[in-house]
């Protein structure tokens, strides 16, 4: 049996354990260290249930391999007792009924705390934005949202978020194509509500001729995972959808969007937005997209994706593996942009629309593997 020996911090105190690979973060704390308070619902990272503190920062710790934990700084919902602002939501929780049986609300909690100390001035859309990573079956968040709400508006004896104690664990990069360049960087927008990715990647082929496909917006659809268009461009106007599989989940969303191309510069800009029926969730976005010529057969394409997502599937734009699984997209988009320029004409017109959705479940195991193994890879 492969272990892997860790130190790790829980609510302040330090503990060392040899760990085997599969085991998470959740169990860990639950079975080894008997902190109960950490509820498991879901174990698929999508019901908040198991939301603990992790550097400082509120993660879902059924998704979390406690092998990648090494240094960190855990605080569950029993290390609060001596805080201040959790001690006013509690009595918050309870004067407005904000529980019924009691399940969600450990990692409810934690996320409200989040939301006291990082948005002091959030309003009741702001706070039902940030709860919709957490859900709760019994009580219809009206009493959570008022308790939160008179939190902020008692204004509690300020107690800063921790500040982390380390990088936040993030699974290592994905093995690129020679085509993806490993450029790429990630970072969060100053504006809390967005987040921002950044990628790079070559292809080899004239800037031009990569030019001449990009002006072709259709046929940039069609290399794009999951996207279709639901009717012609209209000028610099486009409606169609998105379509996106997290395991048991599928999302699609239909949308519009404009496009502004600036041809001296080999620049353009696409801002749109969406909305997924089924889930009852929205997303926005900006994408902006420059050709830089490397050499006279090679292009090189900066994208710059600002994002946000609100609803029942906001909790899919947090953590580092929303960038493993834009790398793995990205690969997929150059792939199909390649081909494309390889035809006989680059610029001739798309043989049918791409209807295949994103697999992103793929995605999030494979990523998931990676990251729960790489403690054990030699450097």
Same mark, same amino acid.
């Given at each position: 049996?492969?272990?892997?020996?860790?130190?790790?911090?829980?609510?302040?105190?330090?503990?060392?354990?040899?760990?085997?690979?599969?085991?998470?973060?959740?169990?860990?704390?639950?079975?080894?260290?008997?902190?109960?308070?950490?509820?498991?619902?879901?174990?698929?990272?999508?019901?908040?249930?198991?939301?603990?503190?992790?550097?400082?920062?509120?993660?879902?710790?059924?998704?979390?391999?406690?092998? @990648?934990?090494?240094?960190?700084?855990?605080?569950?919902?029993?290390?609060?007792?001596?805080?201040?602002?959790?001690?006013?939501?509690?009595?918050?929780?309870?004067? &407005?009924?904000?529980?019924?049986?009691?399940?969600?609300?450990?990692?409810?909690?934690?996320? &409200?705390?989040?939301?006291?100390?990082?948005?002091?001035?959030?309003?009741?859309?702001?706070?039902?934005?940030?709860?919709?990573?957490?859900?709760?079956?019994?009580?219809?968040?009206?009493?959570?949202?008022?308790?939160?709400?008179?939190?902020?508006? &008692?204004?509690?004896?300020?107690?800063?978020?921790?500040?982390?104690?380390? *990088?936040?664990?993030?699974?290592?990069?994905?093995?690129?194509? /020679?085509?993806?360049?490993?450029?790429?960087?990630?970072?969060?927008?100053?504006?809390?509500?967005?987040?921002?990715?950044?990628?790079?990647?070559?292809?080899?082929?004239?800037?031009?001729?990569?030019?001449?496909?990009?002006?072709?917006?259709?046929?940039?659809?069609?290399?794009?995972?999951?996207?279709?268009?639901? @009717?012609?461009?209209?000028?610099?106007?486009?409606?169609?959808?998105?379509?996106?599989?997290?395991? /048991?989940?599928?999302?699609?969303?239909?949308?519009?969007?404009?496009?502004?191309?600036?041809?001296?510069?080999?620049?353009?800009?696409?801002?749109?937005?969406?909305?997924?029926?089924?889930?009852?969730?929205?997303?926005?976005?900006?994408?902006?997209?420059?050709?830089?010529?490397?050499?006279?057969?090679?292009?090189?394409?900066?994208?710059?994706?600002?994002?946000?997502?609100?609803?029942?599937?906001?909790?899919?734009?947090?953590?580092?593996?929303?960038?493993?699984?834009?790398?793995?997209?990205?690969?997929?988009?150059?792939?199909?942009?390649?081909?494309?320029?390889?035809?006989?004409? *680059?610029?001739?017109?798309? *043989?049918?629309?791409?209807?295949?959705?994103?697999?992103?479940?793929?995605?999030?195991?494979?990523?998931?593997?990676?990251?729960?193994?790489?403690?054990?890879?030699?450097?």
């Amino acid at each position: 049996m492969i272990t892997r020996d860790i130190t790790i911090t829980v609510n302040g105190r330090t503990h060392r354990a040899s760990v085997e690979p599969r085991t998470s973060l959740a169990d860990f704390l639950r079975e080894s260290l008997l902190l109960t308070g950490t509820h498991l619902g879901c174990e698929q990272g999508v019901c908040g249930a198991c939301t603990v503190n992790l550097d400082g920062a509120p993660a879902r710790s059924c998704i979390v391999s406690v092998a @990648a934990c090494d240094g960190a700084d855990v605080r569950t919902i029993e290390g609060f007792e001596d805080d201040a602002v959790m001690a006013n939501l509690r009595r918050a929780f309870s004067a &407005s009924h904000a529980l019924q049986c009691g399940y969600c609300t450990p990692g409810m909690l934690i996320t &409200s705390r989040d939301i006291v100390t990082r948005l002091p001035d959030a309003d009741e859309h702001r706070i039902r934005v940030e709860l919709s990573g957490n859900l709760c079956r019994c009580t219809g968040y009206m009493g959570i949202v008022e308790a939160i709400g008179g939190v902020l508006e &008692s204004r509690p004896v300020a107690v800063p978020m921790e500040a982390p104690t380390r *990088a936040a664990a993030a699974p290592p990069p994905m093995p690129p194509k /020679p085509t993806v360049p490993a450029a790429r960087k990630t970072a969060v927008d100053t504006d809390p509500k967005m987040t921002r990715l950044t990628q790079s990647f070559s292809v080899g082929f004239p800037r031009d001729a990569v030019w001449a496909l990009f002006g072709d917006f259709p046929r940039v659809v069609v290399c794009m995972p999951g996207a279709s268009l639901t @009717a012609d461009p209209d000028g610099g106007h486009v409606i169609g959808k998105v379509a996106v599989k997290l395991g /048991p989940i599928r999302a699609e969303f239909a949308g519009e969007g404009d496009i502004n191309i600036d041809a001296a510069a080999y620049s353009g800009t696409v801002r749109g937005m969406g909305l997924d029926k089924g889930h009852n969730s929205r997303a926005k976005g900006d994408v902006i997209y420059r050709l830089t010529e490397e050499d006279g057969n090679t292009t090189r394409v900066d994208v710059d994706v600002a994002f946000a997502l609100s609803g029942t599937l906001a909790q899919f734009s947090r953590g580092g593996i929303v960038n493993a699984v834009a790398d793995r997209m990205t690969q997929m988009f150059v792939a199909n942009l390649e081909a494309a320029l390889g035809g006989a004409d *680059a610029t001739a017109p798309r *043989a049918g629309p791409q209807t295949a959705e994103l697999e992103g479940g793929r995605f999030v195991l494979s990523v998931l593997w990676a990251w729960l193994m790489s403690p054990f890879r030699r450097p």
